[in-house]
């Protein structure tokens, strides 16, 4: 009877032993698994965060032109033009505007309304027609910023204001 309880006792033991080496191969299936799971989310992250930080230092470097270039301008001011003044061009980051200030040399009372609207609609296209064909205007385009132009009388009443967005001059 001894006998037979070792033997059980024995068969009971390679039962657990194999028991083990399933559990074991079980859990190492497992963590290859999650790590083949891992490194494919990881590679995936990888590169989505590389394509973010490209675009995001373009971006960086294309505003950082866009002050340069509006701050140098700024130094050459004003520029006079046939009674019109540029006195001020200035970038609002925030709002992702660059606002151009000019100045006729007269005042708003003295002007003949259909001359403004016509006046209005000839600059608009003159301007639409530079922000299209600029070769310098690769950092705006990569900001996607609104040119707002500002047209006062001699005393600095606003007259009429001129709007370009991005979707008018990609």
């Not at 009971?12 to 559990?23: H, N, S």
């Not at 606002?99 to 608009?124: C, G, P, T």
Request: hydrophobic share 35%.
């Amino acid at each position: 009877m001894k006998e037979e309880e070792n033997i059980v006792t024995e068969v009971q033991k390679e039962k657990k032993k194999g028991g083990c080496a399933k559990t074991v191969g079980i859990i190492l299936l497992i963590l290859t698994v999650i790590y083949g799971i891992n490194t494919i989310i990881s590679n995936q992250l990888k590169k989505e965060t590389d394509q973010y930080l490209k675009e995001y230092s373009e971006k960086e470097r294309a505003i950082s032109d866009i002050e340069m270039a509006t701050n140098l301008t700024n130094s050459q001011l004003p520029m006079e033009n046939d009674g019109l003044i540029l006195y001020k061009i200035e970038y609002l980051k925030e709002e992702n505007i660059q606002r151009w200030h000019y100045q006729f040399d007269i005042e708003k009372s003295e002007m003949d309304n259909e001359a403004v609207l016509a006046y209005k609609e000839n600059a608009k296209n003159a301007f639409l027609l530079t922000a299209k064909n600029s070769s310098d205007n690769k950092s705006f385009i990569t900001v996607g910023v609104t040119f707002v132009y500002v047209f006062e009388d001699k005393n600095g009443d606003e007259i009429f204001e001129i709007k370009i967005t991005p979707e008018e001059y990609k």
